[in-house]
């Protein structure tokens, strides 16, 4: 332990294998970096040291932040209530429209400007009043042994996990992963291979072999979003097959969130998304048999809210992040017809709102 209460930088991991060549591959994604010593992984994060795959950011942060759970996006999950969030440096994608780049793009030490132990977040988390922690910014497959660690610190203390991926990840971590997770939100980019290969770098069946696996081997209460990009993976027949198969293989009760693009990183050429693509991909959602699909990244109060697939019902009313009506049971149903909501609801909503609050962990003895 270090004298400001963060663990040491580097740590071992446990999730590669030595190649005939006399370089170390790593297993912790699909990208299976193969590394001369002294390499770093894609994610920069992961490098080949002494023939071993090691984490170099244990116990470091880009930052903390008090946000709102709706932000994550996370919409049936302890609404209103108040999220310790923060992120490391890198990313095992290389998306050319990252909204975070500076943080997921980073090759600088620096950006890793706070540090704190695992006992430390949770215990700060507990002091600040919120109920869950969320890895963020960048993608905490990455960060797995940290975040893993932060996440039972927390359940200790009472305080949940709450994961923000991509979802590109092998099976192996991933079960060891999601067993340490109570939520999480990931990334569907698009519906594509080639989206994947084109813009990200990646594959598009790892991601769906995550939310499968999510779906049926885990107790974690998961959303999806997608980013809406115009030109890219906004085609009607593009979100037509990506709603079908979500309630096809996931369900109809997990929600799907349509957010809007904004210019940036690498694709500043690109318009931001119209609101009224936001709403076409909704309606489609819905029309397909998905019960709950919500737009972000813009002002629009209907497609915000939450309503009963049964009786059609305003059950949580939101603008922006702020919550207005709520019509639910003490146990999550609607009050009008008594159909259960699916997700992780207390007696009473949270009363955050909109707030974003800067935290230095730094400033905590």
């Not at 429209?97 to 943080?103: E, G, M, R, S, T």
């Not at 049926?216 to 979100?239: C, K, M, R, Y």
Request: proline residues 5%; aromatic residues 10%.
């Amino acid at each position: 332990m270090t004298n400001d209460g963060s663990a040491a930088t580097v740590v071992p991991t446990k999730y590669w294998h030595m190649l005939d060549d006399g370089r170390v591959q790593c297993d912790v994604c699909p990208r299976f970096c193969k590394l001369h010593e002294g390499q770093r992984g894609l994610c920069f994060v992961r490098a080949n040291q002494n023939n071993a795959i090691v984490l170099t950011t244990y116990g470091r942060s880009s930052g903390y932040c008090i946000d709102p759970i709706e932000k994550k996006p996370l919409n049936h999950f302890l609404p209103g209530t108040p999220v310790l969030s923060f992120g490391t440096a890198g990313c095992n994608l290389a998306c050319k429209f990252c909204q975070n780049w500076d943080i997921s793009k980073s090759r600088e030490i620096d950006t890793l400007a706070d540090a704190a132990s695992p006992e430390k977040i949770a215990r700060v988390a507990v002091e600040l009043g919120c109920r869950s922690v969320a890895f963020t910014y960048n993608d905490p497959v990455i960060f797995h042994e940290y975040a893993i660690d932060v996440a039972q610190a927390c359940h200790a203390r009472g305080i949940k996990s709450v994961a923000v991926t991509a979802g590109y990840v092998t099976a192996e971590p991933r079960q060891e992963f999601y067993r340490y997770m109570d939520a999480a939100n990931v990334d569907l980019k698009a519906f594509t291979e080639d989206f994947y290969w084109k813009l990200t770098g990646g594959h598009l069946q790892p991601v769906l072999e995550t939310l499968e696996y999510l779906k049926h081997e885990t107790q974690v209460w998961f959303e999806i979003t997608t980013l809406l990009i115009p030109g890219h993976n906004d085609a009607s027949s593009e979100i037509e097959s990506l709603s079908k198969w979500v309630v096809e293989h996931l369900g109809p009760d997990v929600p799907l969130h349509f957010s809007a693009f904004h210019p940036d990183w690498k694709m500043l050429d690109v318009p931001p998304t119209p609101p009224a693509t936001l709403t076409r991909a909704r309606d489609i959602a819905l029309a397909n048999g998905v019960r709950y699909a919500y737009t972000g990244n813009v002002h629009d109060a209907k497609g915000e809210s939450t309503y009963c697939h049964t009786c059609g019902k305003l059950l949580i009313g939101r603008d922006w992040y702020v919550l207005g009506d709520w019509n639910l049971t003490a146990d999550g149903r609607c009050k009008a017809c008594g159909t259960a909501l699916p997700g992780v609801f207390e007696a009473q909503p949270g009363q955050w709102g909109a707030q974003r609050q800067l935290v230095r962990l730094s400033a905590y003895a």
